[in-house]
């Protein structure tokens, strides 16, 4: 499956961005799919995902109560609604997808995005 992210930008402290992934090539519903991100020298961190039907999710506690995963599987495209967004947020965010129960572990993960910077400051 491709996946092509999109939506990040300029954001102050305190705002919302929403990202998007939009999947191509196979079955989006046969993908659990998840949001990484990376911080300037820091390693790709887990951020959110959810299963095939949106019934299984899990976040970082880093976002919880801030950050919702959704997906639309008619459009083939699962969201990052990021809300009270913190300077600590700024990454470059991936989406990826893998086939089978959701993990947190970016090495389950077979197919990702090209990712999206997502800058918070003042």
């Known amino acids: 499956v491709q996946l092509q992210a999109s939506g990040g930008g300029l954001v102050q402290p305190g705002g919302s961005l929403t990202l998007s992934c939009t999947a191509s090539?196979?079955?989006?519903?046969?993908?659990?799919m998840g949001w990484f991100r990376q911080a300037p020298g820091k390693e790709r961190e887990f951020v959110a995902v959810?299963?095939?039907?949106?019934?299984?999710?899990d976040y970082a506690d880093s976002v919880k109560g801030r950050f919702t995963i959704s997906r639309d599987n008619a459009k083939n495209t699962v969201y990052l609604q990021m809300n009270t967004l913190r300077p600590e947020d700024t990454a470059v965010y991936y989406c990826?997808?893998?086939?089978?129960?959701?993990?947190?572990?970016?090495?389950?993960?077979?197919?990702w995005g090209q990712g999206t910077l997502v800058t918070v400051s003042s």
């Open positions: 959810m299963n095939w039907n949106g019934h299984q999710k």
């Open positions: 990826a997808a893998e086939v089978g129960p959701i993990t947190t572990r970016a090495d389950r993960f077979g197919s």
């Open positions: 090539g196979r079955v989006f519903t046969s993908y659990s």
